[in-house]
Structures are given as structure tokens and as C-alpha cells.
């Protein structure tokens, strides 16, 4: 059954810092990776998909890695802004095809302070 | 941008009664989902839904759970006789076929 840990639950941190939130997950054998934002009481916000045989990908300030025979991905985010805080959530599918679904990590909250 | 919705936003209902959450999701999509959050807890899984039928559902989707696809554009959850353990935050999704899922905005389910 795959596994999907967050650290830190929480992080604080000045406007303008570089910050890094990181996800493991417990199969390695995955298709893929998803980073999302959930603002609160709010939906989830697709950032980035890491393809299984990706390092890296970027979309303006944020930048996510794989390494999938660890079992981790960071998601690194540049010049942190205040309208970053939010909850930070990466998920794995299980399975392909028409039994893809998602597992999700309990999210590392992020506040950023002007 | 093509966005999935849904509706209502936020649902009141009392213990037995049974609610319909809506969801319109993307048009060209072909994989539709429904997930859900309980307060402080992770986004789990419920059910899946491909070519008019439901391809695979979690422990959590019993018999009181079903999902239809009435038309070529809605995609319904139904739960028959509400809990209060139900109350939650409903999201669905959908997927073209690529493996970017794109979510709703969710619906907020409060059982009295």
C-alpha cells in the first residue's frame, strides 16, 4: 500500500526566503508525481506533474524533483511571497489507465510573512 | 482556461437525508473521480469512473455511495442516507488521459 509523508506539517518563514517542502512515498514504482496548492476551504491548484522518468520541472518560482528510487520529491520554492501561504499537498497514482488514482500526503502549510 | 466546477458550494442536511453533489467536469475529459477531505485529515480516494461505469471505488464507497453521468456533462455523487461521519469536503476531478488530474473547487458537506 503506497505511503505519502509530508515534512515539515508546518513552516514559517520570512518574505523573500528560498524554501524547500518535501514528500516520500513508500512504492517507488510510479508513474508520476503531483504537486498541488489548496488555499483554505479551497479546491486543489495543479502546480506541477513530475514524470516518472523526469529529475526535474519548473514553472516560474517553483521547481519540483523526483528521485524515485528514494522514494522523494522536493518542491522548491524561490522568493517566497506572502500570497505563497497556503497548503502545499504531492500525490502518486496507484494504478494506470482507468484505475489511476491518486494518493495524497497530508500537506505541509506554508505561511509566509511579509 | 477550462475549469472543472462544482455545485454546491456548501450543503446542509440533516442525518438519514440524502444529498446530490454536481459536478460539470472538463468537456474533453474521460476519467472522472470523486475525492474527499474530512477536516484536518488527508484528500482520500472514493471511486473512478470511466466509459459510464464505475472502474474501481475505495473501502469508503459502500452502498449508501453512487456516481452517475446522467448526460454528456454532469457527473453526480449520491450518498442515500447521510451520516454525520460524512461531512467533508467533496472534490471531483477529471482526466483527459494524460495524467494531470485537474480538480473542482470541492463541496462542503455538513451533516447535522
Known amino acids: 500500500k503506497q505511503e505519502v509523508t509530508q515534512i515539515p506539517a508546518a513552516l514559517s518563514v520570512p518574505e523573500g526566503e528560498n524554501l524547500v517542502l518535501n514528500c516520500s512515498f513508500t512504492d517507488s514504482a510510479i508513474y508520476n508525481l503531483q504537486w498541488f496548492r489548496q488555499d483554505p476551504g479551497k479546491g486543489l491548484t495543479s502546480l506541477l506533474l513530475i514524470q516518472s522518468s523526469q529529475r526535474e520541472q519548473t514553472s516560474g518560482r517553483l521547481n519540483a524533483s523526483l528521485d524515485k528510487s528514494s522514494g522523494r520529491s522536493t518542491l522548491y520554492i524561490a522568493a517566497s511571497q506572502p500570497g505563497d501561504s497556503a497548503t502545499y499537498l504531492c500525490?502518486?497514482?496507484?494504478?494506470?489507465?482507468?484505475?489511476?488514482?491518486?494518493?495524497f500526503g497530508k500537506g505541509t502549510l506554508l505561511t509566509v510573512n511579509p | 482556461e477550462p475549469e472543472v466546477t462544482q455545485t454546491p458550494s456548501h450543503q446542509v442536511t440533516q442525518m438519514g437525508q440524502e444529498v446530490i453533489l454536481r459536478c460539470v467536469p472538463i468537456s474533453n475529459h474521460l476519467y472522472f473521480y470523486w475525492y474527499r477531505q474530512i477536516l484536518g485529515q488527508k484528500v482520500e480516494f472514493l471511486v473512478s469512473?470511466?466509459?459510464?461505469?464505475?472502474?474501481?471505488k475505495s473501502e469508503i464507497f459502500d452502498d449508501q455511495f453512487s456516481v452517475e453521468r446522467p448526460d454528456g456533462s454532469n457527473f453526480t455523487l449520491k450518498i442515500r442516507s447521510t451520516k454525520l461521519e460524512d461531512s467533508a469536503m467533496y472534490f471531483c476531478?477529471?482526466?483527459?488521459?494524460?495524467?494531470?488530474?485537474?480538480f473542482g473547487p470541492g463541496t462542503r458537506l455538513t451533516v447535522l
Open positions: 476531478a477529471s482526466r483527459k488521459g494524460a495524467d494531470t488530474q485537474y
Open positions: 469512473f470511466y466509459n459510464n461505469e464505475i472502474s474501481e
Open positions: 500525490a502518486v497514482p496507484l494504478g494506470g489507465g482507468s484505475n489511476y488514482k491518486l494518493t
